[in-house]
């Protein structure tokens, strides 16, 4: 393992994410609420059976879950660029979206 040049130990952070299912048949929805020590986020997302198709909880908490990450991931994006853009640092090209609207 390679060390910093000055013999320091890298700094270590720990960010708490706690990530919440709840299904009331056919609609699962996943809560992540994101504790950065520093700042709190919070994201809700949705996934919906078609009453056609046989009952698959876990496929359900997969869609909900992932559709919150990537929300989260969204707002951590949004305050990063806040907090560039405070800094008064020039502003970047924005980057390209995770997926469409219509998606």
């Known amino acids: 393992m390679t060390r910093p040049v000055d013999g320091r130990p890298p700094a270590v952070k720990e960010w708490r994410l706690n990530?919440?299912?709840?299904?009331?048949?056919?609609?699962?929805?996943?809560?992540?609420?994101?504790d950065t020590g520093d700042n709190?986020?919070?994201?809700?997302?949705?996934?919906?059976?078609?009453?056609?198709?046989?009952?698959?909880?876990?496929?359900?908490?997969?869609?909900?879950?992932?559709?919150?990450?990537?929300?989260?991931?969204?707002?951590?994006?949004?305050a990063a660029a806040g907090g560039i853009e405070e800094m008064g640092a020039p502003e970047a090209v924005p980057p390209a979206p995770l997926w469409t609207p219509a998606e």
Do not use: F, K
């Open 40 to 78: 709190v986020l919070e994201t809700c997302a949705e996934a919906r059976r078609n009453p056609y198709d046989a009952a698959a909880p876990e496929i359900g908490d997969e869609l909900a879950a992932g559709r919150a990450l990537v929300a989260l991931g969204r707002d951590l994006l949004r």
């Open 19 to 34: 990530l919440y299912l709840s299904e009331r048949d056919p609609d699962t929805t996943a809560r992540i609420i994101l």
